[in-house]
């Protein structure tokens, strides 16, 4: 496989480069004087399963230049990519509501187009992001990385809380890596309001010490709002599990005085230069990348062999 990497990720690529079936793909993406995005890629590619990692989050040039990477991979002949987004961005506009527009749809679709003939990421969003996209979506599960830290952090006599509903089959996944007793997952109606989030809960008993577990920490709303219900209800000591740290803004550090103790993330998104990591610890994604990498490179030398 050959490996293309943005900058942004180049701790992940040291990483899977030292995976013997991985080789450096080397390329440029740059920009005209007058602005306008070129790739250029180095060395042959045909018949190469070419990996991209890289991102589609914002700032916008970053989805211009993979796709333009993609198709100019495409174009000399590769004969499979895959995008790695460890974070899919766009994942969560994947609701179909009259006169707005279905973002994950049209991304998936963007990609396809782009020559990208699969995606690999981590903890998507939701179900319906691998039904809205036209190609693969193949999504990692993060909890065996959170049931090592809850056990590595004596976490396992906490309640696990969902803060949203959507987060109930996240917290029942790391319950079961973790070897932790199952029962109902107590968790939080959500609402968002045009005023903010509105919260209705906790539904189900709660413990003194609570873990959150939900897919990504963005401006942190839902959060804060959540351990805000908590506190009403007498918990002081609050932990949050999420696989993507986005730290949009400024709001979620609102939860240092909410009780929360501890936030752990992943490495999917680089954290912010300035953010105030004291209390924040990054869990690598490496090892569940590394290992379906080199499923998918077996995949392909079979098809391969069948091809001649
Ligand atoms: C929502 O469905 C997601 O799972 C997250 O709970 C949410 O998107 C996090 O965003 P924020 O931190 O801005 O509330």
Redo the contacts with the bound molecule.
Sequence with gaps: MLLFSFSAYEDIAQQLRAVASVQVGRFTVGRYDNRELHASIEGPVSGEHCLILGTIAPPDECLLSVTLLAKTLKKEGAGKITAVFPYLAYS?QDKDKPGESLGTAWIGALLKSSGIDQVLTVDV?SERDKQLFPIPLISLSTAPLFADAVKKYRLTDATIVA??N??IRRCEDVKRAAGMPMGETPYFEKKRTEKG?IHHGPVGKVGAKVVFV??????????VSACEKLRSVGVEEIYILVSHGLF?ESS?TQLWSLGVKRIFCTDTVPLRLGIEAANIAVLSVVPLIRERLSWLDKGVRRMTVRGE
């Design positions: 969560r969003h803060p949203d959507g987060a989030i939900d897919d990504m920490i963005d401006t942190g709303g839902t959060l949009t979620w």
